[in-house]
């Protein structure tokens, strides 16, 4: 059985930084890609970063690129999200999410992925 654990999240102001952290647990060798999505209230999830566990390569959303940064360690079988100049924009709950399939746009789409049970990330103006 997989499980997924997110930790990190908190209150910040504007400009800060967090560092988000997923732990994975299970069967995980088939996992493909690690990463993150969010969702604010009243809007949808959406991708945020992810990482290849062949390549290490890694994507981004546009509204991310720059201040966020992801990293794995493998031997921890965890995944970091490293967020720096925080916007109020960046306020939403933060899932962890595996995916098994080898194609990065259905990891973005969301199907079949496990899923972590997310972490809130606020920040403040």
């Known amino acids: 059985q997989v499980q997924l654990v997110e930790s990190g999240g908190g209150s910040v102001q504007a400009g800060g930084s967090l560092r988000l952290s997923c732990v994975a647990s299970?069967?995980?060798?088939?996992?493909?890609?690690m990463g993150w999505f969010c969702q604010a209230p009243g809007k949808e999830r959406e991708g945020v970063a992810a990482i290849s566990t062949d390549s290490g390569s890694k994507d981004y959303a546009d509204s991310v690129k720059g201040r966020f940064t992801i990293s794995r360690d493998k031997a921890k079988n965890t995944v970091y999200l490293q967020m720096n100049s925080l916007k109020p924009e960046d306020t939403a709950m933060y899932y962890c999410?595996?995916?098994?399939?080898?194609?990065?746009?259905?990891?973005?789409?969301?199907?079949?992925?496990?899923w972590g049970q997310g972490t809130q990330v606020t920040v403040s103006s």
């Open positions: 999410a595996a995916g098994v399939d080898p194609e990065l746009s259905w990891y973005w789409r969301g199907d079949g992925n496990y």
């Open positions: 299970g069967y995980t060798s088939n996992f493909r890609y």
